[in-house]
Nanobody, 125 residues
Framework: QVRLVESGGGSVQAGGSLRLSCLASEYRAGYCMGWFRQAPGNEREGVAVISTSFGATYYMESVKGRFTISQDHAENTHYLQMDSLQADDTAMYYC???????????????????WGQGTQVTVSS
């Protein structure tokens, strides 16, 4: 298993920015790594993922153009740069990882077997 530790959450006003970091115990080619989020009463949803082999990225529609996922293999870390934050972005954000291609089902939480503890993002409007 890959152990994951998130950081960078906090409270910001709408329109502000946050940068989330996920430190992994290992960072290998052939993994799909990224971020899910869950707000109280809502479904857990995939936010963005990135292929460690090819750098291919996937985003949920509501964050396209606002969020950017990236990775730094040397630091065993991937990031989520969140700009133009809005109240609907308020959620617990979880770092995720799994071996294999991200693929068309990247947004299904059941496909990931490595989860961080979560970091809270709160956006006030």
């Amino acid at each position: 298993q890959v152990r994951l530790v998130e950081s960078g959450g906090g409270s910001v006003q709408a329109g502000g920015s946050l940068r989330l970091s996920c430190l992994a115990s290992e960072y290998r080619a052939g993994y799909c790594m990224g971020w899910f989020r869950q707000a109280p009463g809502n479904e857990r949803e995939g936010v963005a993922v990135i292929s460690t082999s090819f750098g291919a990225t996937y985003y949920m529609e509501s964050v396209k153009g606002r969020f950017t996922i990236s990775q730094d293999h040397a630091e065993n870390t991937h990031y989520l740069q969140m700009d133009s934050l809005q109240a609907d972005d308020t959620a617990m954000y979880y770092c995720v990882a799994r071996q294999g291609k991200c693929g068309s089902s990247w947004w299904r939480p059941e496909n990931y077997n490595n989860w961080g503890q979560g970091t809270q993002v709160t956006v006030s409007s």
